[in-house]
Structures are given as C-alpha cells and as structure tokens.
C-alpha cells in the first residue's frame, strides 16, 4: 500500500528536496506540501496524509504549534526536521511532546556519511510512521499539555497521551514472551543492582513515561541508552530531570553509579561500566568509526553491565526502529538477567521490542502505561 505524505516547510528548495527523496520509493507518495503550520493543518485536514514531515521554524504559525492542532483534530504521524543546536533540541523535544512522533536533522549530511545512506534513512523513518496512521487515528484521544517548566511529577491524565496507544496489525512474534496486567502483578523475589533501559523511535516520551513516577528513593542505579544526536541529549537530561522526583542527568566520565541516579548516555559517544559492586563507574568513549551504527548503542551498554552486574540486572527495551539491544540484552540473559520489551500495541515503532521478543530474550511484553507499576512491583515497592 502505497502511504501518502505531506511536506510541510518555508523553503521550496527543502520541500522539492524531500518530495523528490520520498517519491523515489515506492511505497511513498508525495500529495502535496504545505508553506507553514496554519497552511498544514488546513492541508492534514484536505489531504488525510498518513505521515506529515515538518519544520519547527516557519512564518504565520510555527511547527510546534502545528503539530498540537493536527494530534487534537486529526492525528496523523509526524517527524519533525530540526537543527542540532540546543535551541534546536529543546523545540525538538517539545514537539515529540505535543504529539510529532519522530525527528531528524534537517541538514541531509548529519543523517549519514554519505547520501544514498541518508536517502534511505529518511525514506525508512517515513514509512514506520507511515504504517501507524490509520490505526493511530482510530485509537488517538487529544493530547493534554505538559508543564515543564518545575520538578514535578505528572498526573495519571498528563502521562495519557494519543502517542501511546497506537495499535499496530496483530503479529505472532510474542510467543516466547507473556503478556501480563500489572496488577496482578507480584515480585519474582529476584535481587537486581541495575535498571537498564533502551530506546529509540519514540522513545523519549516513553521514557518521560517510565521515569516520572518512580520515588525519590529508588534504590538502583538506572543506566538510560536513547539513540539521540550528541546536541540533544544535554536537553533531553535536563527536561526528564525537571519531571522526575529521581535525578537524571548526562552521563559524564567517571560517574559512579547512584541509587536513584539515572545515567543518560551522551549523543555520539559510547557508553560503559566498569568496575565492581558500589565501586561501579561509568566510562564515556568517543567513538568515530563507521562499524558502530548506533552512537550511543543499547548492545554495548547493556553488554558491559552484564559483565559488571551479571544477571542482578532488570533490563528493558522499549520503542525504538531496529535491533539494537538484541545482543545485549541475550548477554544479559545469558548472565541470568532478567529482560522485559514493551508490547506492540503501545510502541511508536516496534522494532527493538520486537527483535528481543522473537528472539527468545524477553520473557514479558509490557504495555508502556504498565511498565512504571511492573518495575515497582519487581523491585517490591508496594
């Protein structure tokens, strides 16, 4: 099925560029583009695109602004292009907040090293989205705002968004994984020393999610490992650090791991630990090679706590395009780890969830509206 998509931007040199990129596949179709955010709602509404790709900067009505319209009058996926400034990634992530589901930089070269690798990320990312639209819309309720401007912990109604319940069409990929409420949920009764947690697509708003009811006196380290750009992750930190009662922070060289720390691996750099026990720290490396694809990557991460914390580990993988995490995570299990994977219905993109679920390593698929009270619930609070 061939998925149609609108190009929202002020510049018709962008928007020849892209259309041109798109086109070139051929399960997407360009219907037609839009000058600014007043201009794409009205186009959303004419045009029932499945993916909308938008700019955050634009005259009359800006991106941001466009994307609350669209989600509360007819939500459609939508992936935003931004700068890699910290302007930039701070309107980047109050877009995914007002409802846009995914981003990338705007300038083609900082996609990839070269542009047939660039054309193909873009075109990829497209057609994710693309494949939740007519099941997102079915499913989506309006998105409330959130206040971050303060330390505090949202509401039950505030963490509800039209992004997390996206059903997708029913797979038979879970059949090594059970799928259980958390409420009648109890504790394994398993010790654990570490909470890790992967993400990708959509995962920076399932993070919020996961993160922002834990208590101030969380009793593991958390290590956090979002495929992000180098320029988002310092923001990123900061905002889930604004909503959370735990600290989150930027992990930086050296860091000894805390209970009720969470460690965000930095953008474009690799993230480890090393050490043993309460003496475990944190070893940040650059990384400048083309074999790693993911800077930073949930394999390394997840496969060196497996060689620090062996299997006192609960991991999780959640939303995100791909597989990382799979090897990881089979690393982790193999040291008797415990994994769980978000459940398909409520992914962005269900990839990594996926790539763990059929491959045996997960032994749950958790709703993302769930995982907050399962983690509790194993780790017996309350």
């Known amino acids: ?41 009205e186009k959303t509404k004419l045009l029932r695109p499945d993916v909308i790709t938008m700019d955050i900067e634009m005259p009359v009505m800006d991106g941001i602004t466009s994307v609350r319209h669209i989600m509360n009058e007819c939500p459609t996926p939508i992936i935003m292009f931004s700068s890699l400034t910290h302007d930039g990634a701070k309107a980047t992530l109050d877009a995914l907040e007002a409802g846009a589901l995914d981003f990338l930089p705007k300038k083609f070269e900082d996609i990839a090293k070269d542009k047939k690798e660039g054309t193909k990320v873009l075109q990829d990312r497209v057609c994710a989205l693309g494949r939740r639209s007519g099941l997102m819309r079915r499913s989506s309720v309006p998105k409330p705002s959130i206040d971050t401007t303060t330390k505090s912990v949202p509401t039950t109604s505030r963490t509800s968004s039209a992004r997390s319940v996206q059903p997708t069409e ?186 763990v679920t059929i491959a045996g390593i997960s032994e749950e698929n958790i709703a993302l509206e769930e995982m907050t009270q399962a983690i509790l619930k194993e780790l017996n609070y309350g």
Not at 5 to 25: G, K, Y
């Open 1 to 41: 099925m061939v998925m149609k998509v609108l190009i929202v931007d002020d510049s018709a040199f962008f928007r020849r560029r892209v259309a041109e990129i798109l086109n070139a596949h051929s399960d997407l179709q360009v219907v037609g583009d839009a000058v600014n955010g007043k201009d794409a709602i």
């Open 170 to 355: 029913s797979r038979d990929t879970n059949r090594s994984a059970v799928s259980r409420s958390s409420v009648a949920r109890k504790s394994s009764g398993k010790s654990y020393k570490l909470l890790a947690i992967g993400t990708s697509t959509g995962g920076p708003v399932a993070l919020q999610k996961v993160l922002a009811d834990f208590p101030s006196n969380f009793k593991l380290p958390i290590i956090l490992v979002q495929h992000m750009p180098a320029a988002f992750t310092p923001a990123f930190a900061l905002r889930l650090n604004s909503l959370c009662k735990i600290t989150v922070k930027e992990a930086e060289h050296r860091d000894v791991l805390k209970p009720g720390v969470a460690y965000l691996a930095p953008g474009g750099k690799q993230m480890l630990i090393e050490g043993r026990g309460a003496n475990a720290t944190i070893k940040i490396l650059e990384d400048d090679s083309a074999r790693m694809t993911y800077k930073p990557s949930v394999d390394l991460s997840f496969g060196s706590a497996a060689k620090v914390y062996g299997g006192d580990v609960l991991g999780v993988i959640l939303t995100g395009m791909g597989a990382d995490g799979r090897e990881g995570s089979r690393m982790l299990k193999q040291r008797g780890a415990k994994i769980w994977a978000q459940d398909e219905q409520s992914c962005v993109v269900y990839g990594m969830p996926q790539a």
